[in-house]
DNA sequence: CCAGCAGCCTGACAGC
DNA sequence: TGCTGTCAGGCTGCTG
């Protein structure tokens, strides 16, 4: 569940069903999961309340009555659950809080790539990313003059700029190659090679299409069968990724898929020059 | 500063 | 069928 309007579509189903509830305790499977002491992490949270669940970027913030906020980061396929108590968890199921009403919410990865941290509320700004996170991707953070000032600084690849979430929050390999489309820009283009008008293009196409993503609940990659972010339709609304050998939706170029900085990435070779 | 690459893990899929 | 290599929506840390 990984870009950002995917963990925004798992944050509101979180505030639906956990907002409110309180953990009685804690199971840990695959310890590496937890960045704290597990003891701490475990002892500290419980009896705790979830007062309600924020976002920053692609990361979720619990927050507990207490004065305290668990990061948690899904990285690349995390995703949480809420099922009946005591059910029997599955092999991808890592982390387990019981609540105290007879529901365990689950927390589930296969690739075992996600992190949580337990920090006091007001210290999450110093966990791992989150403590140089750029704007979120929303008309009234995200400026056309601040693209255009880290632009001009950096002769990096346009494409793994708007990765680095230092530089703008929420935006992965999906929804890079969407907005770059979109925009008519090659994604190995130097940054500081974009036009005036190319970045006032991009800088609208991230704001529009990270709203519609979030308005069609996300992209769903693999078919999964649970959780929360899973009604995913967006993935419907894909211009390019994943439609390598297809005509480019505009001219009828073939779609080809190439490496930028080690990832996946298409683009029109026709529309998106150099 | 940057680019490149290994590492973290498991599962799906293509090709032999 | 089984094996091998590659790939996957992310990020960190190391190297040159």
Redesign the pocket.
């Known amino acids: ?3 950002l309007p ?1 963990v925004e579509t798992v944050r509101r189903g979180l505030n639906r069903l956990v907002k409110g509830a309180t953990i009685a305790s804690i199971d840990v499977y ?1 310890p ?1 999961i937890i960045n704290n002491d597990l003891d701490s992490f475990k002892s500290r949270l419980a009896g705790q309340t979830i007062e309600k669940i924020d976002r920053r ?3 979720l913030l619990f927050r507990f009555t207490g004065g305290l906020t668990m990061v948690s ?1 899904l ?2 396929e995390g995703k949480y659950n809420v099922v009946p108590a005591n059910t029997s968890r599955t ?2 199921t890592h982390v387990v809080f019981h609540l105290t009403d007879d529901r365990d919410l689950w927390y589930n990865d ?4 996600g992190r949580m941290t337990l920090v006091p509320t007001g210290e999450e700004s110093t966990v ?2 989150l403590n140089k996170i750029g704007p979120e991707p929303v008309a009234d953070q995200l400026t056309v003059a601040y693209m255009t000032a880290i632009f001009a ?5 346009i494409k ?1 700029l708007l ?1 680095d ?1 230092s530089k703008i929050a929420g ?4 929804y890079a190659d969407e907005v770059l489309w979109m925009s008519k820009i090659h994604p190995m283009r130097p940054a500081n090679l974009l036009t005036a008008d190319e970045i006032a293009t991009l800088h609208q196409n991230i704001i529009d299409e990270m709203a519609m993503a979030i308005k069609g609940h ?5 078919s ?1 069968s649970t959780a929360f ?1 899973e009604a ?1 339709q967006f993935q419907n609304q894909l211009h390019v ?1 994943g439609r390598e050998g297809e005509p480019c939706e505009r001219c009828g170029t073939l779609i080809e ?1 190439i ?1 930028v ?4 990435t298409h683009f029109c070779p026709h529309e998106q020059r150099l």
């Open positions: 569940m990984p870009e995917e695959w590496k970027g692609k990361y980061h990285r690349m092999k991808h296969t690739r075992k790539f791992g990313g600084k950096s002769k990096k690849m793994p990765l979430q935006i992965g390999n999906i996300g992209t769903t990659v693999h999964f972010g995913g990724y898929k490496k900085a080690q990832r996946g």
